[in-house]
């Protein structure tokens, strides 16, 4: 292992506060998130309420406490599922070469042929919000780019000469990319994982803002920020908190990835672009 | 040349069939009979002798296969369906709308070629200094933006509090500063960095090493000699942004009052306007192949080695 960066550190434990911050939420939140006071509406900062209050009374602290867990979770869950799925895809079509790998990068030319957020937004306008439709969308626009990316980076090490001496020692496909390319691509697809994650967390956050994602009352920083539409310009912490909250999520993750990058090394030109 | 574009040209059909096969199975996936949507628009309720009728007339009685080519066949002659919230058709607004979400693609991809570039250029020259620093620092800060977020803070800042610029709607090109900006944030963060490492790649290779022994400055070794082997990633990259940007103008449009074809499709979600949709995923899938292949070819026209050594798929 080499040295931990100091960019590593800051940034796993800026993830780490973000996600400890949510996990805890029920037992450090002051107020329930959801729970509706219109004497207190639209206050600023103060001892009783330290972020302030939205437009129904509800304490900014417990919502913004809240509002990462269903996001972050999705974001996890579609990340991997998609991740998943394109690795098969990727590394069977990289491997096998022919008419599957053909047809394989055919399909993924497809849905990667429409913009993923004009593709999301069709799928879960269609199929009305709701959590699982926007996990279907998460999934629809994403696995293909990861397909991609692995199919490539399996074309690279299959052809490398350790593995044609492993081949010519006996070794059948199934050992070789389970037990010699899969390893051999993991530091990348750690890498990837953490960025993909990132841009799941901002597509979960654009079309719950949209109001196709997660839908109100449920506390989350999009759907904070959606609320605030009619009110921010009087009361700018309504945007200026959930947003802050959603930015630092993301840069934590940003920063880690790079950080992953600079760590592990990773010379994959794809990887390295993302 | 010729050749590699009818190859290009071949290659991209399946894709195009696809597309459209997928903008199509959208459209079967809609929930509920799509003649009785027709028909109960307005708070009408229609008959069920008035839905078969309907049904009959729209083609919704013979199978997928068969209604995939009569579809395929109306769209080739520019007819994408009717929408069923305003009663005009799709193709004319669309088209109606496409030049203001064009504009906005097209002030969004010259911020990020300039603005990109120059900050990737400044950050190699002075590689590990501080303006390096600032402006990888920038970067990482763009890429983690929300756009509706920063849409909304410039909004706040720069219209509500010093009152240089207009909230929302069209006119002069004042009207496109905080649009373009907030949706090209992103791409000129990445392209920022990917002429930053395309710069340092090109630093290490002989004719920079003799450029500099030559005792050449480093500003002018990165504009004169390595940005221009160094641009070719970034023009490649231009396309994948464009793809961003034609999604992101979605929640630009909406927050900015713009009458481009993202809002219309926001529009067209609300509505549960399905023809609407299906015409909007399929015009941004033809439009993006097309921008895909004229930026590859840009690319290799630039660089024979892309051409030479392209054997990519």
């Known amino acids: ?225 959606s609320d605030a539409r009619l009110d921010y310009r009087s009361a700018p912490h309504l945007i200026i908190v959930p947003g802050l909250c959603i930015f630092l999520l993301l840069f934590a993750l940003n920063l880690l990835g790079d950080a992953l990058r600079d760590h592990f090394d990773v010379r994959s030109r794809e990887v390295k672009e993302l | 040349m010729k050749q590699y574009l009818i190859q290009k040209l071949i290659s991209l059909l399946p894709v195009l069939f696809g597309i459209s096969l997928l903008a199509f199975v959208l459209g079967i996936l809609t929930p509920g009979n799509p003649a009785e949507l027709v028909l109960s628009q307005g708070g009408y309720e229609p008959t069920p002798e008035q839905i078969a009728e309907m049904e009959e007339q729209m083609g919704l009685d013979a199978p997928y296969p068969v209604q995939y080519l009569r579809w395929v066949g109306r769209v080739l002659s520019g007819d994408l369906g009717t929408s069923y919230s305003s009663r005009n058709p799709v193709g ?76 929302s709607g069209t006119g002069g090109p004042r009207y496109m500063v905080m649009p373009s900006l907030v949706l090209s944030s992103a791409s000129m963060a990445t392209a920022a960095r990917l002429t930053r490492s395309a710069l340092l790649e090109e630093f290490g290779k002989q004719y920079c090493t003799a450029a500099m022994a030559r005792g050449i400055g480093r500003w002018r070794l990165v504009v004169r000699n390595a940005l221009p082997n160094a641009v070719v990633p970034v023009i490649a990259m231009l396309g994948n942004s464009l793809g961003g940007m034609l999604g992101g103008s979605i929640i630009i449009e909406s927050i900015f009052a713009l009458p481009g074809i993202g809002s219309y499709a926001l529009a067209a979600v609300t509505n549960r306007d399905y023809p609407a949709l299906q015409g909007y995923v399929l015009l941004t899938g033809f439009i993006y192949v097309l921008i895909t292949l004229l930026v590859d070819t840009l690319s290799m026209l630039l660089n024979p080695k892309v051409r030479l050594g392209g054997k990519k798929i």
């Open chain 1, 1 to 225: 292992m080499r040295h931990r960066s100091p960019k590593l550190v800051f940034s796993a434990g800026l993830l780490a506060l973000i996600l400890l911050s949510g996990l805890l939420a029920p037992l450090i939140a002051p107020y329930d998130p959801n729970a509706i006071d219109m004497n207190v509406k639209l206050q600023g900062f103060s001892p009783a309420h330290p972020l302030g209050t939205d437009a129904l009374g509800r304490d900014m602290l417990s919502r913004a406490l809240y509002g990462g867990r269903t996001s972050i979770l999705l974001a996890l869950a579609a990340t991997a599922l998609s991740m998943a799925f394109g690795l098969l895809l990727g590394i069977l079509g990289g491997y096998f070469g022919g008419p599957l790998d053909m047809a394989i990068t055919a399909l993924a030319n497809i849905f990667q042929g429409i913009p993923g957020t004009c593709l999301m937004v069709a799928i879960a306008g269609i199929l009305g919000p709701g959590i699982p439709n926007l996990l279907l969308a998460l999934f629809v626009t994403s696995w293909a780019g990861f397909s991609r990316i692995v199919r490539t980076e399996t074309l690279r090490i299959r052809e490398e000469p350790y593995i044609e001496g492993l081949r010519s020692l006996g070794a059948g496909s199934g050992r070789l990319l389970w037990r010699h390319i899969l390893p051999n691509m993991m530091t990348n697809i750690i890498v990837l994982f953490t960025t993909r994650v990132g841009r799941c967390v901002l597509s979960i956050a654009s079309l719950s803002y949209l109001g196709l994602g997660i839908r109100p009352p449920a506390p989350d920083w999009s759907v904070m920020i």
């Open chain 2, 92 to 167: 004319e607004e669309l088209m109606r709308r496409l030049p203001v979400t064009l504009k906005l693609a097209a002030c969004s991809i010259l911020l990020t070629v300039v603005f990109g570039i120059a900050l990737g250029c400044t950050a190699a020259a002075w590689q590990g200094r501080l303006p390096d620093r600032v402006i990888q620092a920038l970067i990482n800060v763009q890429l983690s933006f929300p756009a509706f977020w920063l849409a909304l803070l410039m909004i706040l800042f720069f219209a509500e509090t010093l009152g240089w610029l207009p909230t």
